[in-house]
């Protein structure tokens, strides 16, 4: 069961701006990242559904993110139909991502509070999303489509709260680029966790790119 209310989850990727979205099999290394982020001042966590037993890990990460980093929000990510959402959101999960929009799953999340924020690549899709409950849609692909598609539909839809996920990276070139566009925040995967970092077990470094992210984001909004 979901920890904190919509309105605390909305509030909390509002006003950070940035959701990290990560995977990994390995339970101890995963706790690891999200104790970096947390202490990068991260505050939302997307834990993606990308591999086998993923459920298990991240069972481990709400339980341990309950016990030991009090006001993180830990969420799924790569949600595609109803029955997953539902198994997350049994598991605690605070609110639920997809690559694309998928209107069964909707409900699911709406009967138990849960922001549902789906994959949407048009203004039609966003417009669909929107009818169906969801207070914020996932620009997705990002570096496919770009500012400019997040310039263009706010402007006819300026009550739009979008999150863009692909291609963000932790610099102020890109992150102004979206946040000037009019997201409300951003998802960022594998540029907020080099590979070589999560190898040399370097969670400082993941911490320090949290920080430093968090900053630009003040900066340029």
Not at 101 to 114: Q, T
Request: charged share 20%; glycine share 10%; aromatic share 10%.
């Amino acid at each position: 069961m979901a920890q904190y209310s919509k309105l605390q989850t909305l509030a909390a990727m509002n006003e950070t701006g940035i959701v990290p979205v990560f995977y990994h099999p390995d339970p101890a290394v995963a706790k690891q990242v999200l104790k970096a982020c947390y202490d990068g001042g991260i505050r939302v966590f997307e834990y993606a559904n990308r591999g086998d037993f993923a459920q298990g890990v991240f069972s481990v990460l709400v339980k341990y993110a309950e016990a030991e980093l009090p006001g993180m929000i830990m969420g799924v990510g790569t949600v595609v139909d109803p029955a997953t959402a539902a198994m997350y959101i049994q598991l605690g999960a605070n609110f639920v991502v997809g690559p694309s929009f998928n209107p069964a799953v909707a409900p699911v999340c709406n009967r138990r509070l849960i922001p549902y924020m789906p994959g949407c690549g048009s203004v039609t899709e966003v417009g669909m999303a929107q009818e169906a409950g969801c207070d914020v849609c996932k620009v997705f692909p990002g570096d496919v489509l770009g500012p400019a598609f997040v310039k263009a539909l706010r402007a006819p839809m300026p009550w739009s709260r979008l999150m863009v996920t692909g291609g963000v990276k932790p610099t102020r070139e890109n992150l102004e680029a979206w946040f000037k566009a009019g997201v409300a925040c951003v998802g960022m995967g594998s540029n907020l966790f080099p590979k070589d970092a999560i190898e040399a077990e370097d969670w400082e470094r993941i911490a320090t790119l949290c920080r430093d992210a968090l900053a630009i984001v003040k900066e340029v909004r």
